[in-house]
């Protein structure tokens, strides 16, 4: 079983590309440290206040990997500095 979730967000605070990078790379590093997941920066590479992650997970039970993109997306919402738009979830046999 094979998912991805891809998190749009809204970095309200940042006012340079320096900043935005600052707030990316630590979510970036605490997903990949906290979960056995696959992450990175898809989309709006080039603008300071939003962005979207890509998280990819493999696991044997889709209830495993639904409770640890659950697990993923909550860690993201909290996160300081963060806004979640939207969450897209797939999965794959």
């Not at 920066?41 to 044997?60: D, F």
Request: with cysteine; charged share 20%; net charge negative.
């Amino acid at each position: 079983m094979v998912a991805g979730v891809q998190i749009e967000m809204l970095l309200p605070s940042c006012q340079n590309l320096k900043e935005k990078r600052a707030i990316v790379k630590s979510l970036i590093g605490k997903l990949r440290s906290r979960f056995n997941v696959s992450v990175a920066e898809v989309a709006y590479q080039e603008q300071w206040q939003r962005t979207v992650l890509g998280i990819a997970a493999v696991a044997n039970e889709i209830s495993f990997i639904q409770q640890e993109l659950q697990a993923v997306v909550r860690l993201v919402e909290i996160h300081p500095g963060v806004e979640l738009i939207h969450v897209d979830t797939e999965y794959y046999d």
